[in-house]
């Protein structure tokens, strides 16, 4: 069973940062691409990053670039989301997806419809105080 399990959401203040985890069981990660999404109340939920583990460069959204980056634990088969310099309009529950790199992909960059990757955490609240 296909597993994945977001962690590090929390309450902190303007200006401060998070690291979020991904930790996906289940799934044999070569080939595969891990995404992280947000949604905030009442909006669309939008990609921010993905990491692939074949031929693709790691990508981050314009709207989080230079603020958000995103790694891999090999050993640990996680993936993190770092967020710097955070802001009140970063409040969001933060999803973790899984799916083929090209999927993942054009979700992602070209913002199609989220619920197209097959799997998903159940999320992690971050909420940024002002």
């Known amino acids: 069973q296909v597993q994945l399990v977001e962690s590090g959401g929390g309450l902190v203040q303007t200006g401060g940062s998070l690291r979020l985890s991904c930790t996906i069981s289940?799934?044999?990660?070569?080939?595969?691409?891990i995404a992280w999404f947000r949604q905030a109340p009442g909006k669309e939920r939008e990609g921010l990053a993905y990491?692939?583990?074949?031929?693709?460069?790691?990508y981050v959204a314009q709207s989080v670039k230079g603020r958000f980056s995103i790694s891999r634990d090999v050993a640990k088969d996680t993936v993190f989301l770092q967020m710097n310099s955070l802001k009140p309009e970063d409040t969001a529950v933060y999803y973790c997806?899984?799916?083929?790199?090209?999927?993942?992909?054009?979700?992602?960059?070209?913002?199609?419809?989220?619920?197209?990757?097959?799997?998903w955490g159940k999320g992690t609240q971050v909420t940024v105080s002002s």
């Open positions: 289940g799934l044999n990660l070569d080939g595969v691409a």
């Open positions: 997806a899984a799916d083929a790199p090209m999927v993942v992909i054009t979700v992602v960059m070209l913002q199609w419809d989220p619920s197209t990757l097959d799997y």
């Open positions: 990491f692939c583990t074949g031929d693709c460069d790691p």
